[in-house]
């Protein structure tokens, strides 16, 4: 099996825990995996809203994003909700990004999926 670039496209942060699990069996399998955190979905990745999330969804979500990390699955936030929107507090690991990358990569990959 040839493995693929995926690119996740998270805007909603009730979607995140899906998609970091859906992210993490992409990487087992050898796929390079990138996912981009906007708008709502971008608070996911606030040290400060971590708590509330797991409440809400009744999930670990720092694991989840820790396991991730170390699978070697790339962690992007947009630099408008990181920087100047929200002045969110980024987990470590996770990369500032804007337009420019998010479409370069999206260009690049295999597979788009937005959520």
């Known amino acids: 099996m040839?493995?693929?670039k995926v690119l996740y496209f998270v805007s909603l942060?009730?979607?995140?825990?899906?998609v970091l699990k859906e992210a993490l069996e992409k990487a087992k399998n050898k796929n390079e995996v990138k996912v981009f955190f906007d708008l709502d979905g971008a608070r996911a990745l606030d040290q400060r809203y971590l708590n509330q999330?797991?409440?809400t969804h009744g999930?670990?979500?720092e694991f989840l994003?820790?396991?991730a990390l170390d699978s070697?699955?790339?962690?992007?936030?947009?630099?408008m909700n990181v920087l100047i929107a929200?002045?969110?507090?980024?987990?470590?690991?996770v990369e500032v990004a804007g337009v420019a990358t998010f479409l370069e990569t999206a260009y690049q990959a295999d597979d788009v999926l937005s959520y």
């Open 53 to 55: 999330l797991n409440r």
């Open 86 to 93: 929200d002045g969110l507090v980024l987990v470590n690991g």
């Open 59 to 61: 999930t670990d979500l």
């Open 65 to 67: 994003l820790k396991t």
């Open 13 to 18: 942060s009730s979607n995140v825990p899906y």
């Open 2 to 4: 040839t493995a693929k």
């Open 72 to 79: 070697g699955i790339k962690l992007y936030g947009c630099q």
